[in-house]
């Protein structure tokens, strides 16, 4: 199972830490992703860490986002800079063989 946390009210122009913990399984097999989905909008994929660190992104996270990945804790976390409005969203992590995990919600105000 996977439960995310770290989210909150932030203002914009804000940082959050957000952390997904594993519980079970080999979490250091997954490819481990975040995800988001705004009200009324379709989940997008923010980015992938890799179970050897290696990160991707999409291209509207390239820069603000950064993924990394504690295998020993079971953990992978998604620093977010430089807030804006447009980043409110529920944001869920997402693992090859985990199912999906309830997200934690983040809101920008400006």
């Known amino acids: 199972q996977l439960q995310a946390s770290g989210g909150g009210l932030v203002q914009a122009g804000g940082s959050l830490r957000l952390s997904c913990v594993a519980s079970g399984g080999n979490f250091g097999r997954n490819v481990m992703a975040w995800f988001r989905q705004g009200l009324g909008k379709p989940r997008e994929w923010v980015g992938n860490a890799m179970p050897n660190g290696t990160t991707s992104y999409a291209d509207y996270a390239q820069g603000r986002f950064t993924i990394s990945r504690d295998n020993a804790k079971s953990t992978v976390y998604l620093q977010v800079n430089d807030l804006k409005p447009e980043d409110t969203a529920v944001y869920y992590c997402?693992?090859?063989?985990?199912?999906w995990g309830q997200g934690t919600l983040v809101t920008v105000s400006s």
């Open positions: 997402k693992g090859t063989y985990y199912p």
